[in-house]
Protein backbone atom coordinates (compact mmCIF):
# COMPACT_ATOMS: atom_id res chain seq x y z
CA UNK A 1 0.00 0.00 0.00
CA UNK A 2 1.67 3.52 -1.21
CA UNK A 3 2.43 5.91 1.77
CA UNK A 4 0.75 8.41 0.11
CA UNK A 5 -2.41 7.42 -0.60
CA UNK A 6 -5.28 5.56 1.40
CA UNK A 7 -5.97 2.31 -0.32
CA UNK A 8 -9.78 0.99 -1.11
CA UNK A 9 -9.89 -0.75 1.81
CA UNK A 10 -9.58 2.50 4.28
CA UNK A 11 -11.90 4.84 2.56
CA UNK A 12 -14.73 1.54 3.04
CA UNK A 13 -13.91 1.82 6.79
CA UNK A 14 -13.83 5.50 6.97
CA UNK A 15 -17.46 5.30 5.50
CA UNK A 16 -18.43 2.59 7.69
CA UNK A 17 -17.05 5.11 10.22
CA UNK A 18 -19.18 7.84 9.24
CA UNK A 19 -22.11 5.86 9.03
CA UNK A 20 -21.54 4.01 12.26
CA UNK A 21 -21.22 7.35 14.25
CA UNK A 22 -17.48 5.34 15.39
CA UNK A 23 -15.37 8.43 17.36
CA UNK A 24 -12.05 8.98 16.15
CA UNK A 25 -9.91 6.57 18.06
CA UNK A 26 -12.59 3.54 17.06
CA UNK A 27 -11.82 4.53 13.45
CA UNK A 28 -8.02 4.21 14.35
CA UNK A 29 -7.95 1.13 16.03
CA UNK A 30 -10.22 -0.36 13.19
CA UNK A 31 -7.67 0.81 10.09
CA UNK A 32 -4.57 -0.51 12.38
CA UNK A 33 -6.73 -4.08 13.24
CA UNK A 34 -8.08 -4.37 9.54
CA UNK A 35 -4.14 -3.47 8.07
CA UNK A 36 -2.63 -6.32 10.32
CA UNK A 37 -5.36 -8.87 9.27
CA UNK A 38 -4.13 -7.53 5.35
CA UNK A 39 -0.45 -7.64 6.38
CA UNK A 40 0.22 -4.78 6.11
CA UNK A 41 2.64 -2.63 8.24
CA UNK A 42 0.57 0.57 9.68
CA UNK A 43 2.41 2.35 12.61
CA UNK A 44 0.01 4.14 15.04
CA UNK A 45 0.89 7.74 13.73
CA UNK A 46 0.10 6.35 10.32
CA UNK A 47 -3.15 4.40 11.18
CA UNK A 48 -4.32 8.31 12.72
CA UNK A 49 -3.48 9.56 9.43
CA UNK A 50 -5.59 7.25 7.20
CA UNK A 51 -8.68 7.73 10.08
CA UNK A 52 -8.55 11.48 8.70
CA UNK A 53 -8.10 10.57 4.89
CA UNK A 54 -4.96 12.71 4.68
CA UNK A 55 -1.63 11.94 3.02
CA UNK A 56 1.51 12.23 4.51
CA UNK A 57 2.08 15.85 2.30
CA UNK A 58 -1.25 16.65 3.84
CA UNK A 59 0.60 16.22 8.08
CA UNK A 60 3.30 17.87 5.85
CA UNK A 61 1.42 20.95 5.21
CA UNK A 62 -0.65 21.41 8.28
CA UNK A 63 2.43 21.03 10.89
CA UNK A 64 4.19 23.79 8.29
CA UNK A 65 0.96 26.19 8.68
CA UNK A 66 0.14 25.61 12.34
CA UNK A 67 4.01 26.52 13.33
CA UNK A 68 5.03 29.03 10.65
CA UNK A 69 7.65 26.50 9.75
CA UNK A 70 9.35 26.29 6.33
CA UNK A 71 7.82 23.32 3.96
CA UNK A 72 11.12 22.38 3.20
CA UNK A 73 11.88 21.90 7.01
CA UNK A 74 8.86 19.89 7.35
CA UNK A 75 8.56 17.45 4.00
CA UNK A 76 6.86 14.59 3.27
CA UNK A 77 9.90 12.66 3.51
CA UNK A 78 10.65 13.38 6.93
CA UNK A 79 6.63 12.31 7.87
CA UNK A 80 7.47 9.21 6.44
CA UNK A 81 10.30 8.17 8.32
CA UNK A 82 8.37 8.71 11.44
CA UNK A 83 5.80 6.50 10.17
CA UNK A 84 8.28 3.86 9.71
CA UNK A 85 9.97 4.38 12.94
CA UNK A 86 13.20 5.41 10.89
CA UNK A 87 13.67 8.38 13.11
CA UNK A 88 11.51 9.95 16.27
CA UNK A 89 9.77 13.46 16.04
CA UNK A 90 11.53 15.91 18.17
CA UNK A 91 9.44 17.44 20.84
CA UNK A 92 8.66 20.27 19.24
CA UNK A 93 7.08 18.34 16.24
CA UNK A 94 5.77 15.50 18.48
CA UNK A 95 3.86 18.40 20.42
CA UNK A 96 2.17 19.68 16.79
CA UNK A 97 1.49 15.95 15.70
CA UNK A 98 -0.95 15.58 19.03
CA UNK A 99 -1.81 18.80 19.03
CA UNK A 100 -2.84 18.35 14.99
CA UNK A 101 -4.22 14.85 15.61
CA UNK A 102 -6.13 16.10 19.08
CA UNK A 103 -4.43 13.04 20.88
CA UNK A 104 -1.11 12.18 23.17
CA UNK A 105 1.94 10.85 22.38
CA UNK A 106 1.21 7.30 23.66
CA UNK A 107 -2.38 7.31 21.38
CA UNK A 108 0.37 8.32 18.33
CA UNK A 109 2.73 5.06 19.60
CA UNK A 110 5.24 7.05 21.51
CA UNK A 111 6.10 6.49 24.84
CA UNK A 112 4.37 8.73 27.56
CA UNK A 113 6.90 11.89 29.20
CA UNK A 114 7.35 11.88 32.51
CA UNK A 115 4.69 14.51 34.13
CA UNK A 116 2.08 15.54 36.38
CA UNK A 117 -0.96 16.84 35.91
CA UNK A 118 -0.84 20.85 35.77
CA UNK A 119 -3.13 22.66 37.91
CA UNK A 120 -4.80 26.08 37.56
CA UNK A 121 -3.26 27.32 40.76
CA UNK A 122 -2.21 30.74 41.27
CA UNK A 123 1.39 32.01 40.90
CA UNK A 124 3.60 31.02 43.79
CA UNK A 125 4.71 34.56 44.91
CA UNK A 126 1.14 35.44 44.59
CA UNK A 127 0.39 32.16 47.23
CA UNK A 128 3.45 33.24 49.03
CA UNK A 129 2.71 37.15 49.53
CA UNK A 130 -1.36 36.26 50.30
CA UNK A 131 -0.09 33.67 53.15
CA UNK A 132 2.27 36.52 54.54
CA UNK A 133 -0.53 39.22 54.33
CA UNK A 134 -2.88 36.18 56.30
CA UNK A 135 -0.43 35.68 58.96
CA UNK A 136 0.71 39.05 59.57
CA UNK A 137 -2.53 40.34 60.57
CA UNK A 138 -2.99 37.39 62.44
CA UNK A 139 -0.24 38.08 64.37
CA UNK A 140 -0.22 41.85 64.76
CA UNK A 141 -3.85 41.90 66.47
CA UNK A 142 -2.78 38.99 68.38
CA UNK A 143 0.18 41.22 69.54
CA UNK A 144 -1.79 44.31 69.97
CA UNK A 145 -3.95 42.46 72.91
CA UNK A 146 -6.87 41.43 71.44
CA UNK A 147 -8.45 38.71 73.00
CA UNK A 148 -11.28 35.61 71.48
CA UNK A 149 -13.82 37.44 72.88
CA UNK A 150 -13.12 40.04 70.59
CA UNK A 151 -13.27 38.44 67.74
CA UNK A 152 -13.31 41.54 64.89
CA UNK A 153 -14.39 41.46 61.47
CA UNK A 154 -10.56 41.74 60.54
CA UNK A 155 -9.90 38.56 62.35
CA UNK A 156 -12.67 36.79 61.46
CA UNK A 157 -11.60 37.76 57.75
CA UNK A 158 -8.41 36.45 57.79
CA UNK A 159 -9.25 33.03 59.60
CA UNK A 160 -11.72 32.68 56.57
CA UNK A 161 -9.29 32.73 53.96
CA UNK A 162 -6.84 30.72 55.40
CA UNK A 163 -9.67 28.16 56.09
CA UNK A 164 -10.78 28.30 52.26
CA UNK A 165 -7.00 28.13 51.39
CA UNK A 166 -7.25 24.97 53.37
CA UNK A 167 -10.39 23.65 51.89
CA UNK A 168 -9.16 24.26 48.57
CA UNK A 169 -5.55 22.55 49.24
CA UNK A 170 -7.94 19.14 50.44
CA UNK A 171 -10.80 19.64 47.56
CA UNK A 172 -7.47 19.84 44.76
CA UNK A 173 -5.46 17.19 46.23
CA UNK A 174 -5.20 14.13 44.54
CA UNK A 175 -8.21 11.13 45.36
CA UNK A 176 -6.54 8.74 47.42
CA UNK A 177 -6.11 5.22 45.83
CA UNK A 178 -8.62 4.03 48.35
CA UNK A 179 -11.75 6.29 46.66
CA UNK A 180 -10.82 4.62 42.94
CA UNK A 181 -11.01 1.40 44.67
CA UNK A 182 -14.25 1.82 46.50
CA UNK A 183 -15.46 3.22 43.35
CA UNK A 184 -14.28 -0.02 41.17
CA UNK A 185 -16.18 -2.08 43.89
CA UNK A 186 -19.17 0.05 43.22
CA UNK A 187 -19.08 -0.44 39.74
CA UNK A 188 -19.49 -4.55 40.82
CA UNK A 189 -21.95 -4.33 42.65
CA UNK A 190 -23.50 -2.86 40.31
CA UNK A 191 -23.18 -5.53 37.54
CA UNK A 192 -23.95 -8.42 40.36
CA UNK A 193 -27.34 -6.91 40.75
CA UNK A 194 -28.00 -6.31 36.90
CA UNK A 195 -30.58 -8.33 36.77
CA UNK A 196 -32.47 -8.01 39.76
CA UNK A 197 -32.37 -4.27 40.57
CA UNK A 198 -35.83 -2.43 39.93
CA UNK A 199 -34.58 -0.77 36.41
CA UNK A 200 -35.62 3.09 37.45
CA UNK A 201 -34.26 3.41 40.62
CA UNK A 202 -30.63 1.65 39.94
CA UNK A 203 -30.76 4.35 36.75
CA UNK A 204 -31.30 7.26 39.61
CA UNK A 205 -28.77 5.81 42.06
CA UNK A 206 -26.23 5.23 38.88
CA UNK A 207 -26.66 9.00 37.61
CA UNK A 208 -25.61 10.38 40.87
CA UNK A 209 -22.89 8.14 41.23
CA UNK A 210 -21.30 8.87 37.71
CA UNK A 211 -21.80 12.55 38.75
CA UNK A 212 -19.92 12.46 41.54
CA UNK A 213 -16.49 10.15 39.85
CA UNK A 214 -16.58 13.00 37.25
CA UNK A 215 -15.76 15.42 39.49
CA UNK A 216 -13.58 13.42 41.45
CA UNK A 217 -11.88 13.06 37.59
CA UNK A 218 -11.29 16.37 37.37
CA UNK A 219 -8.87 16.86 40.37
CA UNK A 220 -4.89 17.42 39.60
CA UNK A 221 -4.21 13.74 40.24
CA UNK A 222 -1.15 11.09 38.91
CA UNK A 223 -2.39 9.72 35.15
CA UNK A 224 -3.33 6.43 36.83
CA UNK A 225 -5.47 7.46 38.92
CA UNK A 226 -7.32 9.77 36.41
CA UNK A 227 -7.04 6.79 34.05
CA UNK A 228 -9.06 4.31 36.71
CA UNK A 229 -11.82 6.39 37.39
CA UNK A 230 -12.32 7.54 33.95
CA UNK A 231 -12.92 3.59 33.38
CA UNK A 232 -15.55 3.92 35.89
CA UNK A 233 -17.24 6.51 33.97
CA UNK A 234 -16.94 4.75 31.19
CA UNK A 235 -18.26 1.89 32.94
CA UNK A 236 -21.35 3.81 34.69
CA UNK A 237 -22.09 5.46 31.22
CA UNK A 238 -22.64 2.13 29.35
CA UNK A 239 -24.71 1.01 32.98
CA UNK A 240 -27.10 3.76 32.40
CA UNK A 241 -27.20 3.38 28.71
CA UNK A 242 -28.17 -0.42 29.63
CA UNK A 243 -30.98 0.84 32.09
CA UNK A 244 -32.25 3.71 29.75
CA UNK A 245 -32.75 0.40 26.87
CA UNK A 246 -34.96 -1.31 29.40
CA UNK A 247 -36.84 1.37 30.13
CA UNK A 248 -37.93 2.23 26.39
CA UNK A 249 -35.32 5.46 26.24
CA UNK A 250 -33.72 4.66 23.23
CA UNK A 251 -32.54 8.32 22.65
CA UNK A 252 -31.00 8.67 26.45
CA UNK A 253 -29.60 5.73 25.52
CA UNK A 254 -27.35 6.04 22.82
CA UNK A 255 -26.65 9.14 24.57
CA UNK A 256 -24.96 7.89 27.30
CA UNK A 257 -23.62 4.96 25.15
CA UNK A 258 -21.78 7.55 23.39
CA UNK A 259 -20.76 9.16 26.65
CA UNK A 260 -19.47 5.49 27.35
CA UNK A 261 -17.55 5.73 23.90
CA UNK A 262 -15.90 9.16 24.86
CA UNK A 263 -14.70 7.68 28.51
CA UNK A 264 -13.35 4.30 26.99
CA UNK A 265 -11.65 6.38 24.35
CA UNK A 266 -9.53 8.55 26.94
CA UNK A 267 -8.49 5.58 28.45
CA UNK A 268 -7.05 4.30 25.60
CA UNK A 269 -8.29 0.74 25.99
CA UNK A 270 -9.07 -1.54 22.70
CA UNK A 271 -10.80 -3.87 25.09
CA UNK A 272 -12.65 -1.21 26.36
CA UNK A 273 -14.10 0.34 23.50
CA UNK A 274 -14.70 -2.59 21.99
CA UNK A 275 -16.83 -3.62 24.11
CA UNK A 276 -18.74 0.16 24.94
CA UNK A 277 -19.56 -0.53 21.09
CA UNK A 278 -20.66 -4.04 21.15
CA UNK A 279 -23.10 -2.84 23.89
CA UNK A 280 -23.98 0.17 22.02
CA UNK A 281 -24.80 -2.31 19.30
CA UNK A 282 -27.84 -3.39 21.29
CA UNK A 283 -29.79 -0.31 21.30
CA UNK A 284 -30.58 -0.32 17.33
CA UNK A 285 -31.46 -4.21 17.67
CA UNK A 286 -34.12 -3.70 20.61
CA UNK A 287 -35.46 -0.69 18.45
CA UNK A 288 -35.47 -2.92 15.07
CA UNK A 289 -33.05 -1.11 13.38
CA UNK A 290 -31.53 -4.56 12.09
CA UNK A 291 -29.43 -2.83 10.06
CA UNK A 292 -27.62 -0.69 12.44
CA UNK A 293 -27.17 -3.12 14.68
CA UNK A 294 -25.34 -5.42 12.25
CA UNK A 295 -23.33 -2.82 11.47
CA UNK A 296 -21.96 -1.83 14.52
CA UNK A 297 -21.68 -5.11 15.68
CA UNK A 298 -19.43 -5.68 12.71
CA UNK A 299 -17.29 -2.61 13.93
CA UNK A 300 -17.17 -3.89 17.39
CA UNK A 301 -15.81 -7.33 16.00
CA UNK A 302 -12.83 -5.40 14.57
CA UNK A 303 -12.23 -4.04 17.63
CA UNK A 304 -11.77 -6.97 19.46
CA UNK A 305 -10.06 -8.70 17.03
CA UNK A 306 -8.85 -12.08 17.71
CA UNK A 307 -7.79 -12.08 20.83
CA UNK A 308 -10.22 -13.47 23.68
CA UNK A 309 -12.73 -10.92 25.17
CA UNK A 310 -16.44 -10.70 26.13
CA UNK A 311 -16.96 -7.87 23.08
CA UNK A 312 -15.36 -10.70 21.15
CA UNK A 313 -18.64 -12.92 21.91
CA UNK A 314 -21.43 -9.92 22.45
CA UNK A 315 -20.53 -8.57 19.29
CA UNK A 316 -21.71 -11.66 16.77
CA UNK A 317 -24.05 -12.50 18.83
CA UNK A 318 -26.03 -9.36 18.35
CA UNK A 319 -25.06 -9.49 14.69
CA UNK A 320 -26.40 -13.30 14.67
CA UNK A 321 -29.76 -11.90 15.98
CA UNK A 322 -30.00 -9.22 14.11
CA UNK A 323 -29.25 -11.11 10.97
CA UNK A 324 -31.96 -14.31 12.09
CA UNK A 325 -34.87 -11.19 12.50
CA UNK A 326 -34.01 -9.97 8.80
CA UNK A 327 -34.56 -13.09 7.77
CA UNK A 328 -30.75 -14.31 6.57
CA UNK A 329 -30.68 -17.53 8.37
CA UNK A 330 -28.15 -19.25 7.26
CA UNK A 331 -25.52 -16.10 8.18
CA UNK A 332 -27.23 -15.68 11.59
CA UNK A 333 -26.38 -19.85 12.10
CA UNK A 334 -22.74 -19.09 11.28
CA UNK A 335 -21.91 -16.18 13.28
CA UNK A 336 -23.72 -17.75 16.11
CA UNK A 337 -21.79 -20.70 15.92
CA UNK A 338 -18.64 -18.40 15.57
CA UNK A 339 -19.73 -17.10 19.01
CA UNK A 340 -19.53 -20.41 20.70
CA UNK A 341 -16.00 -20.54 19.94
CA UNK A 342 -15.01 -17.52 20.94
CA UNK A 343 -17.25 -17.75 23.99
CA UNK A 344 -14.77 -21.29 24.61
CA UNK A 345 -12.02 -19.34 24.61
CA UNK A 346 -13.19 -16.54 27.10
CA UNK A 347 -11.42 -16.92 30.58
CA UNK A 348 -13.21 -17.46 33.81
CA UNK A 349 -13.51 -14.04 34.88
CA UNK A 350 -15.08 -12.84 31.57
CA UNK A 351 -17.38 -15.79 31.76
CA UNK A 352 -18.79 -14.70 35.27
CA UNK A 353 -19.99 -11.19 34.85
CA UNK A 354 -23.48 -10.54 33.65
CA UNK A 355 -22.60 -6.94 33.07
CA UNK A 356 -19.20 -6.36 31.95
CA UNK A 357 -18.08 -9.97 30.74
CA UNK A 358 -20.55 -12.44 29.08
CA UNK A 359 -22.11 -15.42 30.75
CA UNK A 360 -23.09 -19.08 29.57
CA UNK A 361 -26.62 -17.97 30.60
CA UNK A 362 -26.53 -15.25 28.38
CA UNK A 363 -25.08 -17.10 25.67
CA UNK A 364 -28.05 -20.04 25.98
CA UNK A 365 -30.43 -17.31 25.92
CA UNK A 366 -29.38 -15.65 22.80
CA UNK A 367 -28.61 -18.42 20.88
CA UNK A 368 -32.48 -19.86 22.09
CA UNK A 369 -33.34 -16.53 20.34
CA UNK A 370 -31.30 -16.93 16.97
CA UNK A 371 -32.45 -20.88 16.44
CA UNK A 372 -36.25 -19.24 16.89
CA UNK A 373 -36.20 -17.50 13.71
CA UNK A 374 -34.29 -19.21 11.88
CA UNK A 375 -36.82 -22.07 12.80
CA UNK A 376 -34.38 -24.67 14.15
CA UNK A 377 -36.78 -25.32 17.13
CA UNK A 378 -35.00 -28.61 18.75
CA UNK A 379 -31.67 -26.25 19.36
CA UNK A 380 -33.61 -23.39 20.58
CA UNK A 381 -35.32 -25.47 22.98
CA UNK A 382 -32.18 -27.27 24.25
CA UNK A 383 -30.39 -23.77 25.00
CA UNK A 384 -33.59 -22.62 26.41
CA UNK A 385 -33.92 -25.68 29.26
CA UNK A 386 -29.96 -25.09 29.84
CA UNK A 387 -30.33 -21.29 30.18
CA UNK A 388 -33.62 -21.81 32.63
CA UNK A 389 -31.23 -23.80 34.17
CA UNK A 390 -28.24 -21.52 35.03
CA UNK A 391 -30.74 -18.11 35.90
CA UNK A 392 -31.37 -17.58 39.06
CA UNK A 393 -35.30 -16.90 40.14
CA UNK A 394 -34.27 -13.53 40.83
CA UNK A 395 -33.05 -12.70 37.45
CA UNK A 396 -36.20 -11.27 35.96
CA UNK A 397 -35.17 -9.53 33.50
CA UNK A 398 -33.72 -12.10 31.00
CA UNK A 399 -36.07 -14.88 32.50
CA UNK A 400 -38.96 -13.26 31.18
CA UNK A 401 -37.94 -12.25 27.81
CA UNK A 402 -36.78 -15.71 27.32
CA UNK A 403 -40.19 -17.15 28.74
CA UNK A 404 -42.16 -14.90 25.81
CA UNK A 405 -39.15 -16.11 23.11
CA UNK A 406 -40.63 -19.43 24.28
CA UNK A 407 -44.16 -18.13 23.65
CA UNK A 408 -43.01 -16.92 20.30
CA UNK A 409 -41.65 -20.53 19.64
CA UNK A 410 -44.96 -21.98 20.46
CA UNK A 411 -46.84 -19.70 17.44
CA UNK A 412 -44.17 -20.78 15.12
CA UNK A 413 -45.20 -24.48 15.34
CA UNK A 414 -48.92 -23.65 15.31
CA UNK A 415 -49.63 -23.34 18.96
CA UNK A 416 -51.43 -19.59 19.34
CA UNK A 417 -53.47 -20.12 22.47
CA UNK A 418 -50.91 -22.19 23.94
CA UNK A 419 -48.43 -19.15 22.88
CA UNK A 420 -50.73 -16.11 24.75
CA UNK A 421 -51.04 -18.26 28.11
CA UNK A 422 -47.40 -19.14 28.13
CA UNK A 423 -46.81 -15.35 27.66
CA UNK A 424 -49.86 -14.51 29.85
CA UNK A 425 -48.17 -16.32 32.89
CA UNK A 426 -44.79 -14.13 31.86
CA UNK A 427 -45.95 -10.89 32.21
CA UNK A 428 -48.65 -11.14 35.05
CA UNK A 429 -45.84 -12.54 37.29
CA UNK A 430 -43.68 -9.99 37.36
CA UNK A 431 -44.23 -7.05 39.94
CA UNK A 432 -45.64 -3.67 38.73
CA UNK A 433 -41.50 -2.01 38.95
CA UNK A 434 -40.12 -5.00 36.94
CA UNK A 435 -42.87 -4.66 33.97
CA UNK A 436 -39.86 -2.78 31.73
CA UNK A 437 -40.46 -0.87 28.32
CA UNK A 438 -38.32 -3.52 27.04
CA UNK A 439 -40.09 -6.36 28.20
CA UNK A 440 -43.42 -5.20 26.67
CA UNK A 441 -42.26 -4.94 23.50
CA UNK A 442 -41.17 -8.21 23.33
CA UNK A 443 -44.69 -9.08 24.59
CA UNK A 444 -45.88 -6.88 21.41
CA UNK A 445 -44.00 -8.90 19.19
CA UNK A 446 -46.11 -12.42 20.51
CA UNK A 447 -49.25 -10.52 19.95
CA UNK A 448 -47.97 -9.37 16.47
CA UNK A 449 -46.83 -12.78 15.74
CA UNK A 450 -49.95 -14.42 16.34
CA UNK A 451 -51.92 -15.65 12.86
CA UNK A 452 -55.47 -13.47 12.40
CA UNK A 453 -57.48 -16.24 12.59
CA UNK A 454 -56.44 -16.93 16.20
CA UNK A 455 -57.04 -13.54 17.78
CA UNK A 456 -59.87 -13.81 19.12
CA UNK A 457 -59.98 -16.90 21.30
CA UNK A 458 -60.48 -16.48 24.93
CA UNK A 459 -56.52 -17.18 25.92
CA UNK A 460 -55.58 -14.22 23.38
CA UNK A 461 -58.60 -11.97 25.10
CA UNK A 462 -57.20 -12.70 27.96
CA UNK A 463 -53.82 -12.30 27.34
CA UNK A 464 -54.37 -8.81 25.58
CA UNK A 465 -56.15 -8.03 28.82
CA UNK A 466 -52.69 -8.68 30.68
CA UNK A 467 -51.22 -6.61 28.10
CA UNK A 468 -52.94 -3.86 29.41
CA UNK A 469 -51.79 -3.79 32.81
CA UNK A 470 -48.07 -3.87 31.59
CA UNK A 471 -48.17 -1.13 29.23
CA UNK A 472 -49.82 1.16 32.10
CA UNK A 473 -46.81 -0.50 34.55
CA UNK A 474 -44.13 0.67 31.65
CA UNK A 475 -45.86 3.94 31.26
CA UNK A 476 -44.56 3.98 27.52
CA UNK A 477 -44.95 1.49 24.00
CA UNK A 478 -41.68 -0.26 22.77
CA UNK A 479 -40.88 -0.90 19.33
CA UNK A 480 -39.61 -4.12 19.27
Not at 112 to 124: C, K, L, R
Not at 220 to 239: D, E, F, H, M
Amino acid sequence: MSSHQSSAWVRRLRDQAERSGWTLQETVDAVEAEAGKRGESVSRLAAYRMAHGWTQSDVARQLAMRDNASQDRLTTQLVSRWERGIQRPDPEHMDALCRLFRTNCQQLGYPAPDYTVETNEAPTTQIVEAGVGRRSLLRGLTIGGMSAALLTPQISSALADVRQQVDNSLEASEVAGSTVERWEHTVRRYAEAYEIAPPLQALVDAAQDVAVVREQRERPQSLNQKQRLTRVVAQLSILIASYSRELGDYRASRNWSHTARLAAEDVGDRTLRAWVMARDSMAPLYEGNFAGAIELAQGAEILAGAGPSPAAVLAPVVRARALAQVGRADEARKTIEHAHTAFDRLGHDGQRDLLFGYTERQLCFHSAQVWTYTQDFDDAQHAHERATVLYAPTEYLDRALMGLDMALRLVATGNADSAAEHAASVITGLESGQRSSMIEGRARAVLRALPAKARHTNAVETYRDALVGIQSASGRNERN
